[in-house]
């Protein structure tokens, strides 16, 4: 961190991490009343992870969550209604009753994008949303998560292969919460830390505990201010468990009790109140502003959310195709001049040159290959290192710069 | 050398390729907005030579070389079109769509339906069988994607329509998947205008006037059912040949006004026959005009089994001419 946060963005932080489970809580009495028309996620013991992360990004940027990011949703200001709505099926809804949970997005104002079922395919499309902003002149971020399951989907790969060839300001959060369903992450993945996935694509990556919303943040803030000068994509993985099952349904008895209990002793909020009163930031007056203010704000969104009617039936006819300009009008916001982009100023020369080699017809230029009489292989360029936050405890990481540490050593010290 | 600048003078005859680069160059002229993406689009110009100087024209950052991953570059293009440009993603052959058949048919496609996020992209690649490409070169897979809600799906089969029809794609605001037969690129030429056009999307064309029977086709087929329709006309039967041209949404309004006219319909199309749009047709000939029919609805098609690479077996494999001839004779005779 450049310098530390404002009392203001301690208590944002906590605030936010205290509405994550507010509205997940409520939504669990929803669902026992029988209010939520399918399934039922929970992110209890990740808030830090959505709301560190997406705390870190400038309203103009770009995020896409995956179920268990209602945190990052809520900071990035949606609002309560719209996640009870969308789970609720309810014609007032993002998504007016078509689809559920975290399935919605917002092009025009907050810039959401809504994921699918399927795991791994915001990866591609977040790099060609980063893509087009660079392209624009935007100088935005796109930001999505994964978990340790979805890392396995090939699109995974080829998605941060071509964020990492592109260099698009791309940031990608795997949480690493131990479970995929009832599958363990060893039966997931071979390695240790799954940052290291970020070494096959030559692309930075972090290590982070995820229970800790400081480290989280600090971490995403530098990832974000990294993507966004051009460097690259990023990769972090936040570590931390999964408390509920997969869905409600699911009562996780794959789990072993020993797991179970050593993380929830480490519960991201309790955690963070302990830093926040140890450094006078939030006294049991504080707290208690908060949570009258969250309950009386959760009991006006549930009840706007209960008044709004289904969706009439012949709703589900409308809106297969966008029919024009009446429907939306696209345009492409630039913020630099169109000139770059059109000819003759887009131009390029047909010929390439490879020292050495000669030239060839195709306009290489800078794209020209890396070991076609490169002076120094690929192979002997320093691998770049992995950086680690993991056992920075909240204060530290609070007070001052994570300092970067290969990953290769934070594992040999965890052994 | 019209391709390098886009623009043809009136009356030059130009080929079906031809007249896709122009359509590409045209719009990326036009609007800034609109970039190519794809496997070799750029330094090669394009396994087909399709893209060939666009990349000298636009330079880097429009014209996009991708790395061999279909799902990733379908995918990144629909993000680009949430911030409002307007990709051409290039398949370097369209059996390879299908790497990315859950970006096209989850993510790209129920966008708009599901969260009001409309898609405005253009995936096209070459298509289609009889250049003996076997059987991961010489697919028709239109029919999986015209199951698809929310997509567009256009197969041309002239110059003419080619070039309009891209240009229509590429303004349109939803995801339209192009395909390109192949077999076309070089063979079939036409005149093109000299000004800026456009063919609408989801219009069918008579290209043959007749009154005994319907031959209803698309893409290289078409072709192959104007010429059984000049062998039929020597044995005084007038068919009449329709273009599909847009597969989804399909044109019911022309299929019907033909079909009642002539009352007897036979489809042609590459694509294999289970589940080919011949079913889609005699269904909705079913619904809205069995009583005009004096005749079953007949198919010539191609084999249920993968495309072949023999010239013997693909021949065998492929629909021809002859076979349109004596199905449209027996049809001919109800």
Redesign the interface.
């Known amino acids: 961190m450049k310098k530390e946060l404002t009392r203001q963005q301690y208590l944002d932080l906590y605030y936010y991490m205290r509405l994550n489970r507010a509205v997940e809580e409520m939504m669990v009495k929803l669902f026992r009343q029988n209010k939520i028309v399918g399934g039922l996620y929970s992110s209890l013991g990740q808030e830090a992870i959505s709301v560190g992360t997406a705390y870190a990004l400038e309203k103009k940027d770009w995020l896409a969550p995956m179920i268990r990011n209602i945190g990052a949703l809520l900071v990035k200001g949606v609002r309560p209604r719209d996640v009870f709505m969308q789970h609720m099926a309810k014609y007032d809804s ?2 007016k009753g ?2 559920g949970t975290s ?3 917002d ?1 025009d104002n907050l810039h959401i ?2 994921p ?1 079922s ?1 795991l791994g ?1 915001l ?11 660079r ?2 002149g ?1 100088r935005i971020v ?1 930001m999505t998560w994964i978990g340790d399951g979805g890392s396995s989907t ?2 995974f790969h ?2 941060l ?2 964020a990492a ?2 260099k698009a300001p791309f940031v990608l959060i795997l949480e690493n919460n131990l479970w995929a369903y009832s599958t363990p992450v060893r039966k997931q993945v071979p390695l240790e830390n799954l940052a290291d996935r970020a070494k096959a694509y030559g692309i930075e990556s972090y290590i982070v505990d995820g229970n800790n919303v400081l480290a989280m943040y600090s971490t995403a803030k530098e990832a974000v201010e990294q993507a966004r000068a051009g460097e690259g994509p990023i990769l972090i993985e936040a570590k931390t468990f999964r408390r509920m099952g997969h869905a409600q349904h699911d009562p996780a008895e794959y789990v072993p009790k020993e797991m179970r209990a050593y993380w929830e002793a480490r519960d991201p909020i309790a955690l963070y109140e302990k830093f926040l009163t140890g450094e006078n930031l939030l006294d049991a007056k504080g707290r208690k502003e908060i949570e009258e203010k969250i309950n009386t704000l959760l009991a006006k969104e549930r009840d706007f959310a209960e008044n709004s009617p289904l969706p009439p039936p012949e709703f589900a006819e409308t ?6 300009d009446d ?2 009008k ?5 913020e630099r001049p ?1 000139a770059e ?3 003759p100023r ?5 010929v ?1 040159t490879v020292p050495g080699f000669g030239s060839g017809k ?4 800078a ?1 020209a290959p890396i070991h076609f009489g490169d002076t120094q292989p690929a192979e002997t360029k320093p691998a770049e290192a992995g950086k680690s936050a993991v056992q920075a405890p909240a204060k530290a990481a609070a007070k001052k710069t994570v300092k970067a540490v290969p990953a290769s050593a934070s594992r040999k010290a965890r052994r | 050398m019209p391709g390098t600048n886009g623009s043809a003078p009136s009356g030059t005859q130009v080929t079906f390729l031809e007249a896709i680069k122009q359509a590409m160059f045209e719009e990326m ?1 036009r609007d ?2 609109v ?1 190519l993406m794809g496997e070799d689009v ?4 394009g396994a087909f030579k399709t893209s060939e100087g666009i ?8 014209v ?4 061999i ?1 279909e ?17 051409i993603v290039e398949m370097q052959f369209i059996d390879f769509i299908v790497c990315a058949f ?2 096209i048919t ?2 790209v496609a ?9 898609a ?1 992209m253009v995936v096209r690649g070459p298509s289609g069988g009889g250049v003996h490409g076997g059987p991961f070169h010489s697919a028709n897979p239109e029919m999986y994607f015209v199951h698809t ?2 997509l ?1 799906v256009i197969y041309p089969s002239t110059p003419y329509d080619a070039k309009g029809l891209l240009k229509a794609a590429v303004r349109d ?2 995801p339209v998947l192009f395909f390109e037969h192949k077999f076309l690129y070089r063979r079939i030429k036409g005149e093109l205008p000299a000004g800026d056009y456009t063919v609408p999307i989801g219009k069918a064309v008579v290209r043959r006037q007749g009154k005994h029977l319907t031959i209803i086709s698309y893409a290289a087929m078409m072709h192959t059912s104007l010429e059984a329709g000049e062998a039929l006309a020597k044995e005084g039967i007038e068919a009449e040949v329709i273009d599909l041209r847009t597969l989804l949404p399909l044109d019911e309004e022309t299929i019907l006004n033909s079909v009642k006219k002539t009352n007897k319909c036979l489809v042609v199309h590459e694509d294999t026959k289970t589940g080919g749009i011949a079913g889609e047709i005699a269904a909705i000939l079913c619904e809205k005009a069995f009583g005009d029919l004096d005749g079953p609805l007949m198919r010539v098609t191609s084999l249920d089994t993968p495309v072949p690479y023999a010239p013997t077996l693909e021949e065998y494999f492929l629909p021809n001419a002859k076979k349109i001839f004596s199905a449209a004779k027996e049809l001919a005779r109800y």
Not at chain 2, 42 to 45: L, R, W
């Open positions: 993002p998504t078509k689809d399935h919605f997005g092009l994008v809504s699918i399927m395919d990866i591609p499309v977040m790099t060609g949303v980063a893509m087009a902003g392209y624009l935007q796109a090939g699109v080829e998605g292969n071509f060839v592109q809106g297969v195709y966008c029919t024009g429907c939306h696209i345009r492409a916001k630039w169109i982009v059109t000819p887009s131009s390029v020369e047909a390439w195709g306009s290489g230029g794209h | 002229e800034p907005a970039i750029g330094v090669y110009g990349l000298e024209r636009f330079g880097w950052e429009r996009i070389d991708t790395p991953s799902s990733a570059m379908i995918g990144a293009a629909c993000g680009m079109s949430y911030l409002g440009l307007r990709p859950n970006q989850n993510f129920k966008g708009h339906y599901l969260w009001n996020a409309p405005p809600p929310g567009k605001n939803n």
